[in-house]
């Protein structure tokens, strides 16, 4: 057993360390440019490297341990208990990072793969894929978010007399006469009702705080 321990001239061996460093790089670009980008949880970072990590080596492993259809039967037993232990486990992750989860996994273990009759190129174009993929939803969801913050104001009633004012070719006078008035940065104005018996008009301010 130990007589060439220091022996490591085996092409599988050398085989398995090249995709490794790619798993790695691919791994750097999913968890560290896109994910930790968007979501600063630093200890997830940890977890989703060492699971990718270690998802990578049981996939390389298991082929060679059993024969090749054992290989890809333990392997899918082990991804299926993965996901449970995932999904029951760990109440606080919440369905993005859950994703993120997943996707390490997923990319982990199709890199593991022995590659047969199929284009390392190939491998390379679909890890891109997976990875521009988060990254787009990710520009997108943050687009979202911005914008919904912008449109969230608070909002303030006050009772105002210039009827005149509120006609529309004065709009943007009465944005500055309300602003002018109550020292608050308002953003758009909304008529709540009119009183034209009594002359006056109640209006909803909305601002940011």
Request: hydrophobic residues 50%; charged residues 20%; glycine residues 4%.
């Amino acid at each position: 057993m130990f007589k060439d321990f220091f022996n490591l001239n085996s092409p599988e061996f050398w085989n398995i360390i090249e995709k490794f460093l790619i798993n790695l790089v691919f791994l750097f670009l999913l968890i560290r440019a896109v994910y930790y980008r968007y979501s600063k949880k630093r200890n997830y970072v940890f977890s989703l490297f060492l699971m990718g990590i270690l998802i990578f080596i049981l996939g390389s492993m298991l082929p060679i341990v059993f024969n090749a259809d054992m290989g890809k039967l333990g392997m899918a037993i082990g991804l299926f208990a993965i996901f449970t232990i995932i999904r029951f486990r760990t109440r606080n992750l919440s369905a993005k990072d859950m994703s993120y989860f997943f996707t390490v996994i997923a990319i982990s273990a199709v890199n593991s793969f022995k590659w047969v009759n199929f284009p390392v190129l190939g491998i390379f174009i679909l890890n891109i894929i997976i990875i521009l993929s988060a990254y787009i939803l990710e520009v997108l969801l943050a687009r979202k978010t911005k914008k919904a913050k912008k449109e969230k104001y608070s909002t303030h009633p006050i009772i105002y007399e210039n009827l005149e004012m509120l006609k529309s070719q004065h709009k943007e006078e009465l944005l500055r006469n309300v602003a002018e008035i109550t020292g608050i940065d308002v953003k758009k104005v909304r008529i709540r009702r009119v009183n034209y018996k009594e002359k006056f008009a109640v209006l909803d301010l909305y601002y940011n705080d």
